[in-house]
C-alpha cells in the first residue's frame, strides 16, 4: 500500500519536473532531485538512521557525499513548496474516491500555524563558537483537516523572521470557498482583509492590542456550545466597509493558560451560526497533533542537518510522507468499517508496520514493477488500495486509548537538585517498600 500511495504522490519523473520549473539558482547536472528526496523520504520513515547513512548504502548514487550534501544546502524553499503543494493535488482526488464529511458544508477547511524547528547540532564551523541555539528556520504549514493532507507549506530560512510577514504569501494563494482558521498571532489588518478580498472567509482568535476597531454593535445572546456560553456582535475595522462577526466564548472551565474567555473574529454569512463557529475553532488543535506526530514518527527534527535549507528539506519531506500515511490510515478504517466501525487507525503503528516490511519489498521487487501507478486513474488507486487494506490487521493498527494526563506541580528546584544523580534501582527498591 505504500508503495502504491507514494508512487501515486511521488513519482521520480514528476518531481524532476517540479525541480525544473520551481528551481530559481539551482540547476540538475549527475544528481536529480527524485534521488534527493528519495534519500531524505528513507530518513523520515525511518528506514535509515541519517542522511550518511541512507547514501552509503545506495549502489547508484552518482555523485560524491561531498555533492550530495551541497545539492541538500541548496535546496530552494520554491520547490519545497511546490512539492507539498503538487503532491496533495495529486493524492486529493484518490482521497475524494473514499468516505469523507465536510466539517462545514460548502467550505473547505484550512488550518494555518507554524512549526519552529528546534536547535540544531553545530556540527557547521560558523556554528562552533557559538554559545546559544542554533535555530535552523521555521515552516508555516496549511492543513486540511477533512481530508487530513497538508495542502502548501511556506519554508523560511531565518528562525527570527515574523511568522506573520511569511504568512502573507499564503494569503496570496487564498481561493473562494475556503475557511481559514488561525490563531491569535494571525489576527492583523493585512491577514484578515486579504482573506476577505479573494473570497474567503476566516476564524480567527482575536489579539488583545490589534487590529483596531472602528465599529461594535451591540451584544446578544447566541445560545452555547459544548464549552460554554455563547454572545455576538457585528464589528468593523478601518479600510473594510463589510461588517464582520466577534463571537464570545465564555467557557465553563478554564484552559490549561487560565484563560476563561475566548473571542473570535469571522467573516462567515449568519446562516452559520455561532455555535458552528465555535465548534469549527476548536479543529484547529488537529494541527498540533499533526507536529507532534512529524516530529515522534516521521523524524521531521533532523538535528544533524545544521544548515536552514537542509533542516527545511527534512521537515518538507517528513510532510510529503505524512500525507501518504494518511490515505493508508484513511483506506484502512473504511476497508474495516463494516467489522469495527469505531477503528481509528495510529499514525505510529501505522509507520512502525510500513518500516518492518518495507526493506524487503524493495528487495523482493524492482521498482520497475510499481513504475505503472503513477499514471493510474484516481478510482483504480483508490479501488486497489482499499482492496490491500483489507489484508490488514484492524488491531495492528489501532490507537491505544489512554486517560487523561494527571497534572503535574511545578515550581522553583534548586539548581543542586537538578544536578542530582541516583540510582534506578535503589529508587526502585526504595519505592517498592521493605518486604514482609
Given at each position: 500500500?505504500?508503495?502504491v500511495a507514494?508512487?501515486q504522490?511521488l513519482?521520480?519523473g514528476?518531481?524532476?519536473?517540479?525541480f525544473e520549473?520551481?528551481?530559481?539558482?539551482?540547476?540538475?547536472?549527475e544528481l536529480?532531485?527524485s534521488?534527493?528526496?528519495?534519500?531524505?523520504?528513507?530518513?523520515?520513515l525511518g528506514?535509515r538512521?541519517?542522511?550518511?547513512a541512507a547514501?552509503?548504502?545506495m549502489?547508484?548514487?552518482?555523485?560524491s557525499l561531498?555533492?550530495?550534501?551541497d545539492k541538500?544546502n541548496?535546496t530552494?524553499p520554491?520547490v519545497?513548496?511546490a512539492l507539498v503543494?503538487?503532491?496533495?493535488a495529486?493524492?486529493?482526488?484518490v482521497?475524494a474516491?473514499?468516505?469523507g464529511?465536510?466539517s462545514?458544508?460548502?467550505w473547505?477547511?484550512?488550518?494555518?500555524d507554524?512549526?519552529h524547528?528546534p536547535?540544531?547540532?553545530?556540527r557547521?564551523?560558523p556554528?562552533?563558537d557559538q554559545?546559544?541555539?542554533?535555530?535552523?528556520?521555521h515552516t508555516?504549514?496549511?492543513?486540511?483537516?477533512?481530508?487530513?493532507?497538508v495542502?502548501?507549506i511556506?519554508?523560511c530560512?531565518?528562525?527570527?523572521e515574523?511568522?506573520r510577514t511569511?504568512?502573507?504569501?499564503l494569503?496570496?494563494?487564498a481561493?473562494?470557498g475556503?475557511?481559514?482558521l488561525?490563531?491569535?498571532?494571525?489576527?492583523?489588518?493585512?491577514?484578515?482583509?486579504g482573506w476577505?478580498q479573494t473570497g474567503?472567509?476566516f476564524?480567527v482568535?482575536?489579539?488583545?492590542?490589534?487590529p483596531s476597531?472602528v465599529q461594535?454593535?451591540?451584544?446578544h445572546?447566541a445560545?452555547r456550545?459544548e464549552?460554554?456560553v455563547l454572545?455576538?456582535?457585528?464589528?468593523?475595522?478601518?479600510g473594510?466597509?463589510?461588517p464582520?462577526?466577534?463571537?464570545?466564548?465564555v467557557l465553563d472551565e478554564p484552559?490549561?493558560?487560565?484563560?476563561t474567555?475566548?473571542?473570535?473574529w469571522?467573516n462567515?454569512?449568519?446562516e452559520?451560526t455561532a455555535?458552528?463557529?465555535?465548534?469549527?475553532y476548536r479543529r484547529?488543535w488537529?494541527?498540533?497533533g499533526l507536529f507532534?506526530?512529524l516530529?515522534s514518527v516521521?523524524?521531521?527534527e533532523?538535528r544533524t542537518?545544521?544548515?536552514?535549507r537542509a533542516a527545511?528539506?527534512?521537515f518538507?519531506?517528513?510532510v510529503?510522507?505524512?500525507n501518504?500515511?494518511s490515505?493508508l490510515?484513511?483506506?484502512?478504517?473504511?476497508?474495516h468499517r463494516?467489522?469495527?466501525?469505531?477503528?481509528?487507525v495510529?499514525?505510529y503503528?501505522?509507520a512502525?508496520?510500513v518500516v518492518s516490511?518495507?526493506?524487503?519489498?524493495?528487495i523482493a521487487?524492482?521498482?520497475?514493477?510499481?513504475?505503472s501507478?503513477?499514471?493510474?486513474?484516481?478510482?483504480r488507486?483508490?479501488?486497489y488500495l482499499?482492496h490491500?487494506a483489507?489484508f490488514?490487521?484492524p488491531?495492528?493498527v489501532a490507537?491505544?486509548?489512554r486517560?487523561?494526563?494527571?497534572?503535574?506541580p511545578?515550581?522553583?528546584?534548586?539548581?543542586a537538585?537538578v544536578?542530582?544523580?541516583?540510582?534506578?534501582?535503589?529508587?526502585?527498591?526504595s519505592?517498592k517498600g521493605?518486604?514482609?
Amino acid at each position: 500500500m505504500a508503495r502504491v500511495a507514494l508512487e501515486q504522490a511521488l513519482p521520480a519523473g514528476w518531481i524532476d519536473e517540479v525541480f525544473e520549473a520551481n528551481r530559481q539558482r539551482q540547476y540538475p547536472r549527475e544528481l536529480m532531485m527524485s534521488t534527493v528526496v528519495e534519500l531524505m523520504m528513507l530518513v523520515s520513515l525511518g528506514l535509515r538512521p541519517s542522511l550518511h547513512a541512507a547514501a552509503r548504502k545506495m549502489e547508484r548514487l552518482p555523485v560524491s557525499l561531498a555533492a550530495l550534501y551541497d545539492k541538500v544546502n541548496r535546496t530552494e524553499p520554491a520547490v519545497l513548496r511546490a512539492l507539498v503543494q503538487g503532491s496533495a493535488a495529486r493524492l486529493a482526488p484518490v482521497m475524494a474516491q473514499l468516505d469523507g464529511e465536510a466539517s462545514l458544508a460548502g467550505w473547505r477547511l484550512r488550518i494555518l500555524d507554524g512549526n519552529h524547528l528546534p536547535a540544531s547540532q553545530k556540527r557547521l564551523s560558523p556554528l562552533r563558537d557559538q554559545r546559544g541555539a542554533a535555530l535552523p528556520g521555521h515552516t508555516l504549514v496549511v492543513y486540511d483537516p477533512d481530508q487530513a493532507l497538508v495542502t502548501d507549506i511556506v519554508a523560511c530560512e531565518d528562525a527570527h523572521e515574523s511568522e506573520r510577514t511569511v504568512a502573507r504569501t499564503l494569503v496570496a494563494s487564498a481561493r473562494a470557498g475556503e475557511l481559514w482558521l488561525a490563531d491569535s498571532h494571525f489576527c492583523t489588518r493585512t491577514l484578515l482583509q486579504g482573506w476577505q478580498q479573494t473570497g474567503a472567509a476566516f476564524i480567527v482568535r482575536e489579539h488583545g492590542r490589534h487590529p483596531s476597531l472602528v465599529q461594535q454593535g451591540s451584544w446578544h445572546e447566541a445560545g452555547r456550545c459544548e464549552t460554554g456560553v455563547l454572545a455576538e456582535q457585528s464589528i468593523g475595522i478601518e479600510g473594510d466597509g463589510v461588517p464582520w462577526r466577534r463571537i464570545q466564548l465564555v467557557l465553563d472551565e478554564p484552559t490549561r493558560d487560565g484563560l476563561t474567555q475566548l473571542n473570535l473574529w469571522s467573516n462567515l454569512p449568519h446562516e452559520v451560526t455561532a455555535q458552528q463557529i465555535a465548534n469549527l475553532y476548536r479543529r484547529r488543535w488537529r494541527i498540533e497533533g499533526l507536529f507532534g506526530r512529524l516530529e515522534s514518527v516521521l523524524n521531521s527534527e533532523i538535528r544533524t542537518l545544521g544548515h536552514p535549507r537542509a533542516a527545511l528539506l527534512g521537515f518538507a519531506t517528513a510532510v510529503l510522507a505524512y500525507n501518504v500515511l494518511s490515505l493508508l490510515k484513511r483506506c484502512i478504517e473504511q476497508a474495516h468499517r463494516e467489522q469495527a466501525p469505531e477503528l481509528e487507525v495510529s499514525t505510529y503503528h501505522l509507520a512502525v508496520d510500513v518500516v518492518s516490511d518495507y526493506k524487503g519489498m524493495l528487495i523482493a521487487l524492482p521498482p520497475s514493477a510499481w513504475s505503472s501507478w503513477s499514471e493510474a486513474s484516481p478510482e483504480r488507486t483508490a479501488d486497489y488500495l482499499l482492496h490491500l487494506a483489507r489484508f490488514v490487521s484492524p488491531r495492528s493498527v489501532a490507537t491505544s486509548k489512554r486517560g487523561p494526563k494527571k497534572p503535574k506541580p511545578k515550581g522553583y528546584v534548586e539548581a543542586a537538585a537538578v544536578r542530582k544523580h541516583v540510582s534506578t534501582a535503589r529508587v526502585l527498591r526504595s519505592a517498592k517498600g521493605a518486604t514482609p
